[in-house]
């Protein structure tokens, strides 16, 4: 599709009297993986769920595929992968069965659970039921599970929550595979880190209120500092100096830092999403 594969316009939604989500805006593009940042109780979930059709927003437009997701809408449920952070899978059927459930959802058939388990990690456990499964292989299903239906548009709430080092990677992985292939994701993370490598954007939310919506990049340089760490071994001990980039001496005390003996270390500083986070909005992500 040419326009936005989501795209939200002035969107508010209440609890009672307590305003959860405030006239907010933003689009994501077709291949775009869109980090959807804040601490609990900001604003994130509601928003998913208006996304997908299961709160109606109270003011506002929600898109997705160019669809309005007030209507019970099968064509935008054709078309989306869904990956909440509760696991409401069926602890009775095996992971290979709780695939083929759901593809039959969609009406598909001859979906390869195979390949899907293998994307994740479980290839090894498709005959196993999910009851004796763990918090972290339950998580991985949940992410083979959302592209059952090779969605263009996947909502993933904290998909990596709970993995080991090396199964968070492969999801990672998996993500940038699926932008890829020109799915638009709205990735949810507590993980700065996580964030800054797999967003092509992101956007900071914050007591319902959206702060930002920029690439990670562009944050750094309007937040951050230009300058250099220089680490060296000085009679015995490690000393740290900060080189400014924009001082008139910068090029004679970067020379001097390098030609120093004792140089363990010299790397450009720059502004954390974190701490660009807080600095916008006073809060921290927990």
Known sequence: MSG??????????????????KGIS??????????????NGAGKSTT????????PAKSGVARVLGRDVRRDDPEIQ????????????????????????FASLFGLKGVDTTRLLERVGLADRAKTRVAGFSKGMR???????????????????EPTD??????????RGLIEEEARRGAAVLLTTHDMWEADELSHRVAFINEGQLYAVDTPESLKLRYGKRSVKVRARVGGEVVEDSVALDAED??????????????????TEEATLESIFIQMTGRGLD
């Open 4 to 21: 936005p594969a989501i795209e939200v316009d002035g969107v508010s939604y209440a609890y009672g009297d307590r305003e959860a989500v």
């Open 250 to 267: 910068t090029g004679e005390r970067l020379k001097e830092a390098v030609a120093a003996e004792g140089l363990l270390t010299i790397h």
């Open 48 to 55: 998913i769920k208006i996304l997908t059709g299961q709160l």
């Open 78 to 101: 054709r078309h989306i992968g869904v990956c909440f952070e509760e696991k409401n899978l069926y602890e009775g059927m095996t992971a290979e069965e709780n695939l083929k459930f």
């Open 139 to 157: 998580q991985r299903l949940m992410v083979a599970r959302a592209l059952v239906n090779q969605p263009m548009v996947l909502f993933l709430d």
């Open 26 to 39: 933003f689009k994501v593009a077709p291949g775009e993986v869109l980090g959807f940042l804040g601490p």
């Open 162 to 171: 709970g993995l080991d080092p090396v199964s968070s990677k492969a999801i």
